[in-house]
C-alpha cells in the first residue's frame, strides 16, 4: 500500500515544484496595468493546498519564505491570494481512530498558524468571513478534508470536524471507503451505499461543501440525485483533454453546471497534459526500486515521501522521459470548463504542495498570469473574477443557505 501511495505522487497527486531555473516566467513587472489592477480587485480563492503535511511532518512555518513548496505567506502575497482552502488528508490506507487522530493534529496545525501570524491570516469558516479577511487585507484560511475514510464512518466525527471549521469533505481519497467509490480504484459499492448518502444529506445539514474530486463517476450521478445544495470539484480538471479518470468528463460538467456547482482547476502537470500522463505511465516499473527506497526512508511521513518523490520526478524530466507541461495548459482548461458548463461554474483548485507544478505556475506567487491570460483572451473583467473566486464564494454561501433552511424547525 505505502508504494501504492508513493507511485500516486508522481502519477496521480505528483509532487511539487520543477527546476526553478529552467522557468520561463514573465517577470511580474510585466504584466499589464490592468491585469495588475484587476487581480488585485478580485477576490483570489484557491481550493486545494496540502500544505497542513508541511505543518505537521516539518513544523513548517507559513510566515517565512521557504526555498521549497508552493505556498507561504510571502508568496501568497506576491500572487495576490485573498483566501485558500488547507487540505487535511491521509493516505486511504490509514483508517480508524489512527486517521482522525492524524486529522485532527492537521486541523490543529492550521489553527495555530492562523493564531501565530493574525495580522496575516484570518480563519475563516464562512463566506462572510472570506469577504471580511479581504477587507481587513488578511489572507483568509479555510480548512477542507480530502477523504471521507477520515470520518470513521461517524456521522459524529463529521460533526466534531464542521465544529473545527471543516467546510468541504471530498468524499473519496485514492481508495475506495466503506460507503463510496473512488475514482482510481477498483469499484466496489456502485457508487454510494445508503450510508454515502446519508454522508451527503448531513454534510448538506451542517453547511459543509460536498467535494467530487477523486469520486468514482458513479458516486458523482449518485451524488447528484442525493444532494440539495451545489456540490464542488476542488481540484480536478477536463478529461476532454486529458484522459486522467481524476478528471471531468464533459457530461459530469454539464450535469455540474445544472446543479449550480463549481469545478476548480487542478494545476498537477500529468491533468494537465495526456502526453505527460502518458509518458509517466510508461515510467511505472522503472521507479518501482526507487518507490521502495523512499517507503523505507520515509515511513509514515507524508511530507518526506512528497519530497523524496519530487527529487525522482525531476530527473526523470531532466532526463527527458516526461514531457515538460507549460502554464498555460491551465488557461487551456479553464477555456474548455468554460464553453462546456459555462463561466459561472469553474474556478480555481491548484493542488499547490501537493502537486508537479507546470513549468511558469511553479508556486503561488505565479497567480496573476491566469489573469493576464484570461484578459488576452478575451474574458471580461466580470467573468475574471467570477473564474478567480467569486463562483467558489457564491457556492459557500448557498451551501450555508441550505443547511439554515434545513436547520429551521419546521412549521407547527
Not at 468524499?171 to 454515502?196: M, V
Amino acid at each position: 500500500m505505502r508504494r501504492k501511495r508513493i507511485a500516486g505522487l508522481l502519477l496521480l497527486v505528483g509532487v511539487p515544484l520543477v527546476l526553478a531555473a529552467q522557468q520561463a516566467a514573465k517577470p511580474a513587472d510585466q504584466f499589464s496595468a490592468r491585469a495588475k489592477k484587476l487581480h488585485a480587485r478580485a477576490l483570489v480563492l484557491d481550493t486545494h493546498a496540502d500544505t497542513p503535511q508541511r505543518m505537521v511532518w516539518e513544523k513548517f512555518d507559513l510566515g517565512h519564505r521557504d526555498a521549497e513548496g508552493h505556498v507561504d505567506i510571502p508568496r501568497m502575497r506576491e500572487g495576490g491570494l485573498d483566501a485558500v482552502f488547507f487540505s487535511i488528508w491521509v493516505p486511504s490506507s490509514v483508517t480508524g481512530p489512527t486517521a482522525v487522530k492524524r486529522a485532527v493534529g492537521q486541523i490543529d496545525a492550521v489553527h495555530e498558524q492562523a493564531r501565530k501570524h493574525p495580522a496575516e491570516l484570518l480563519l475563516a469558516t464562512t463566506a462572510a468571513d472570506v469577504r471580511r479577511a479581504q477587507r481587513q487585507g488578511k489572507i483568509a484560511a479555510l480548512l477542507g478534508m480530502e477523504g471521507g475514510h477520515m470520518i470513521d464512518d461517524d456521522l459524529g466525527v463529521l460533526r466534531m470536524y464542521a465544529a473545527l471549521g471543516v467546510r468541504y469533505l471530498t468524499l473519496t481519497h485514492f481508495g475506495n471507503n466503506n460507503w463510496a467509490d473512488s475514482s482510481t480504484d477498483k469499484p466496489a459499492h456502485n457508487g454510494l451505499t445508503d450510508f454515502g448518502k446519508g454522508v451527503v444529506r448531513e454534510l448538506n445539514r451542517l453547511g459543509v461543501m460536498v467535494d467530487i474530486s477523486h469520486v468514482a463517476d458513479k458516486t458523482f450521478f449518485d451524488v447528484l440525485e442525493v444532494t440539495t445544495a451545489p456540490v464542488m470539484a476542488s481540484h480536478s480538471s477536463c478529461r476532454a483533454l486529458d484522459s486522467h479518470p481524476r478528471n471531468m468528463s464533459d457530461e459530469q460538467l454539464r450535469a455540474l453546471a445544472k446543479n449550480g456547482g463549481v469545478i476548480h482547476i487542478n494545476y498537477h502537470y500529468t491533468f494537465l497534459s495526456q502526453e505527460a500522463l502518458d509518458a509517466t505511465r510508461a515510467m511505472g516499473k522503472d521507479v518501482t526500486v526507487r518507490e521502495q527506497e523512499i517507503e523505507k526512508r520515509c515511513g509514515e511521513n507524508e511530507a518526506c515521501q512528497v519530497r523524496e518523490g519530487e527529487k525522482l520526478a525531476r530527473e526523470m524530466m531532466a532526463a527527458g522521459k516526461v514531457p515538460k507541461v507549460s502554464w498555460d495548459r491551465i488557461i487551456q482548461h479553464i477555456d474548455h470548463a468554460v464553453k462546456v458548463a459555462g463561466v459561472d461554474h469553474v474556478g480555481l483548485g491548484s493542488d499547490f504542495d501537493g502537486a508537479t507544478m507546470p513549468y511558469g505556475m511553479e508556486d503561488a506567487s505565479k497567480l496573476p498570469k491566469i489573469t493576464e491570460a484570461l484578459l488576452q483572451k478575451g474574458y471580461s473583467e466580470k467573468d475574471i473574477q467570477k473564474i478567480l473566486g467569486g463562483n467558489t464564494l457564491r457556492v459557500l454561501a448557498e451551501v450555508e443557505r441550505v443547511s439554515r433552511d434545513l436547520q429551521r424547525p419546521a412549521a407547527r
